[in-house]
């Protein structure tokens, strides 16, 4: 009797429970145990790949809740009970209406949702809705599209989306993935490069640079909200040119032939075409001291620095300035620079005139000196001897130098021309130089004689630059100047100073310049506003000039002590800061040959 009393009593309990449980999920679905099923109500939904935005209507006059607080809300879950589900609130809604975005879902994933209210410790459900998320298995809402524009060292990446109509108000980053390694891009190593880009109608494309010749390289494109990625595009590939503007220049130094130049040369050909290398003028003295004031502007040193014999000539002794100790020189290489040299080549202005301590008595102009250079070339002339003499003052400094495992570029003689090749001849179409003023065969022996003797004498450290001046700028008032070009076998590269030229006049003379000498490297000698003060129309930024493919080996920034900005130099501050974090810039950190 007691074992069926037992077994009654159990029947009756399992009875209950089974009943319980059926009415708890029911009005779960319905609005909750004991709640009223109108107080709120699931509405539907707009959703994408990873957000969903839930709406829903309430109605609290049923409730009596006096002035209760009340958080509105929307619950979503991949599981139909709603376990580990998601809930997002506010306390703030529209009228009866309302709306809870929820972010970070996965895509093509089948997610429940409802509305909820919580008052009172009470919480109110509308019915369960459920919906399932986009997927870009297709690539229906994004995708890579083929790269153009591809060279030797650079390629236009493109693509494509139609997110934005999905993910309305939200902020889409896209970016391209690339790599020459499949598995990088498919995995998204560590070793991934990656290129932010804008939309624009739906169409993305960005022009990436610095890569390597004849090489595969494969890219994709990616969006991103929230710092959550919600779509990839298909991996596609592309293969770089051999880069023709290295392919034409001679893969040695014309007369360099130290370990250190020769490994500088290397540095310089294989830059050329990929990235522009900084430098700036040491204020025609013999220090550090406008590369430190960039340094201190942009927190990036010049990749190179240039030093002016242009004192060279004054007595030694003379307490300011002291070309024997190269120690800012070795202390510039030691800490990674390159180091330029050229030489404003001061002549004293008569045979009698004597050069003073404080550097007085010396001039470059051919109007204010009887120095001739036909003369220089002369035996017994005082040209002659002045001419080697300070030769020889040079080549000590070089060879010490070169003692020290130091190459540098070579740049003495520049802009001889001058006005000279003007189509119209008149009193002031001359060279504004001594050594140009007699014409461009004197001008080139003088150059091949400056060239010889400093072989001669050992100088096996310099990479030679010869500067053009490329019509002045106008081809329609102006002769090409390559009567004045000393030879393929006498010099390393081709310079051009420009001053107040814009980035689509850097362009122009690039590429004419790069038309006539095919096979030398193309460089900015010099650059800066186009007057003694900031007034003056300015250099085109580096980042523009790029841009239009003005591919200069390098620039180099004139110093203006009058300037008025933080580097005492012919530019702007923020040009500085432009050029320093252009990716295409190369400065002294990235310096290794």
């Keep these: 009797m007691r074992k069926v009393v037992v077994l009654a009593l159990c029947f009756i309990i399992c009875a209950v429970f089974s009943a319980c449980s059926k009415e708890d999920s029911k009005s779960a679905e319905e609005g909750g145990n004991n709640n009223p099923t109108d107080v709120v109500s699931t509405g539907d939904v707009e959703y994408g790949m990873t957000y969903a935005i839930i ?25 139909e009970n709603f376990t580990g589900s998601s809930k997002n609130t506010t306390r703030n809604i529209e009228g009866n209406l309302l709306e809870i975005k929820i972010n970070n879902l996965k895509s093509n994933i089948k997610y429940y949702y409802r509305a909820f209210i919580k008052t009172n410790g009470n919480t109110y459900y509308g019915k369960t809705k459920s919906f399932t998320t986009l997927s870009n298995d297709t690539f229906e809402y994004l995708n890579t599209s083929e790269a153009v524009d591809i060279s030797g060292r650079s390629a236009t990446l493109r693509g494509w989306s139609k997110l934005e109509s999905l993910y309305k108000g939200n902020s889409i980053k896209y970016y391209f993935d690339y790599s020459d390694n499949y598995e ?15 939309i624009n109608s739906g169409e993305l494309s960005t022009h990436i640079s610095s890569l390597s010749e004849n090489t595969k390289y494969y890219y994709r494109i990616v969006a991103e909200e929230n710092n959550t990625i919600i779509a990839e595009g298909e991996i596609l590939s592309f293969t770089t040119t051999p880069y023709e503007a290295q392919a034409n220049i001679a893969s040695a130094p014309v007369t360099a032939t130290t370990d250190a130049a020769k490994k500088l040369y290397t540095f310089f050909r294989n830059q050329y075409g990929q990235s522009i290398i900084s430098s700036v003028m040491a204020d025609v003295a013999w220090n550090n001291s406008l590369a430190e004031k960039v340094n201190t502007l942009t927190g990036k040193y010049p990749a190179m620095n240039c030093y002016d014999f242009i004192h060279i000539q004054v007595p030694d002794g003379n307490g300011w300035i002291d070309y024997s100790n190269t120690k800012p020189v070795t202390n510039w290489a030691n800490a990674g620079g390159i180091v330029q040299l050229m030489w404003h080549f001061n002549v004293p202005k008569s045979e009698t005139t004597t050069i003073e301590t404080n550097g007085s008595g010396v001039t470059c102009s051919p109007n204010e000196t009887t120095f001739k250079a036909s003369n220089a070339l002369k035996d017994g002339t005082w040209e002659n001897k002045y001419f080697y003499g300070q030769m020889d003052r040079v080549i000590a400094v070089i060879l010490k130098l070169q003692d020290a495992g130091i190459a540098a570029t070579w740049r003495p003689f520049h802009e001889a021309a001058g006005n000279a090749t003007a189509k119209q001849q008149a009193s002031w179409t001359k060279a504004w130089f001594w050594w140009g003023y007699d014409g461009p065969e004197t001008f080139k022996s003088l150059w091949k004689a400056m060239f010889d003797y400093f072989k001669q004498k050992g100088v096996n450290n310099l990479i030679w630059i010869w500067t053009t001046q490329n019509y002045n700028g106008n081809s329609s008032s102006y002769n090409q100047d390559k009567d004045w070009y000393p030879g393929d076998s006498y010099c390393d590269m081709v310079a051009r100073d420009l001053y107040g030229y814009t980035a689509a006049q850097n362009a122009q003379e690039f590429k004419e310049i790069q038309a006539t000498y095919p096979n030398k490297m193309i460089v900015l000698g010099e650059c800066g506003w186009d007057s003694s003060n900031k007034t003056g129309k300015p250099q085109g930024r580096m980042s523009d000039c790029w841009n239009q493919d003005a591919k200069w080996g390098h620039f180099m920034v004139w110093y203006d002590g009058n300037a008025g900005n933080r580097t005492s130099t012919m530019v702007s501050d923020d040009w500085w800061k432009d050029a320093m974090s252009n990716q295409n810039v190369i400065t002294r950190d990235q310096v290794k040959y």
């Design 55 to 79: 709406k829903g209507t309430v109605n609290l006059s049923v409730l009596n809740i006096g002035n209760s607080s009340i958080d509105y809300g929307a619950e979503v879950s991949i599981s």
């Design 184 to 198: 990088i891009v498919a995995n998204r190593s560590q070793d991934i490069q990656q290129i932010e880009v804008q």
